[in-house]
């Protein structure tokens, strides 16, 4: 299987985005995306970005129009056949969890803990259940190397943490 993964310059050159991007690489989807996420969090699709379609010119005799896709499709619950949630507890602190104000077309949240005093949305760093939910998903134990955290400016992407991910050697900060 071949994916790619695409970061925008400005905007998604950040440890923690890269992170995400590549964890879905892996194959992972949102953590707001589990099955039993209704357990946990309550999705305001009142106040999500919605798609909609605006003329954008006439061209020969044509009408052409610009779609701006909806960000509905970032708040998709999907089923047990989709993601295997591999019986982890639901992760408010996963690097793969939106913010609470994800994609607000209003201000208000679009995603609402069903437990109080918990923060979403950190791309900081993976969580532990992140690191086991790869580790597991990919049958790599749970007591393999681990690496000293590097001195890389953070500005920086670092090799060592794609090349980690990539033989299960995941390091914590």
Do not use: W
């Amino acid at each position: 299987m071949e994916r790619t993964v695409t970061l925008q310059h400005p905007g998604c050159i950040y440890e923690g985005t890269i992170m995400h991007e590549l964890i879905h690489a892996l194959g992972f989807y949102h953590e707001q995306s589990r099955p039993d996420r209704d357990s946990y969090i309550r999705v305001n699709y009142s106040n999500i970005q919605t798609g909609s379609i605006i003329i954008f010119a006439f061209l020969n005799n044509s009408i052409h129009f610009d779609f701006v896709i909806g960000m509905e499709y970032n708040f998709d619950k999907y089923n047990n056949s989709i993601v295997n949630i591999q019986n982890t507890s639901y992760d408010y602190g996963s690097v793969m969890h939106y913010s609470a104000y994800a994609f607000s077309s209003n201000g208000y949240p679009t995603i609402i803990p069903l437990q109080a005093n918990v923060t979403i949305g950190q791309r900081i760093t993976m969580s532990s259940i992140d690191i086991q939910e790869i580790r597991m998903f990919y049958n790599c134990s749970s007591t393999g190397s681990t690496f000293p955290p590097t001195t890389t400016p953070r500005s920086f992407i670092s090799l060592s943490f794609i090349l980690k991910i990539s033989f299960c050697f995941v390091f914590y900060s």
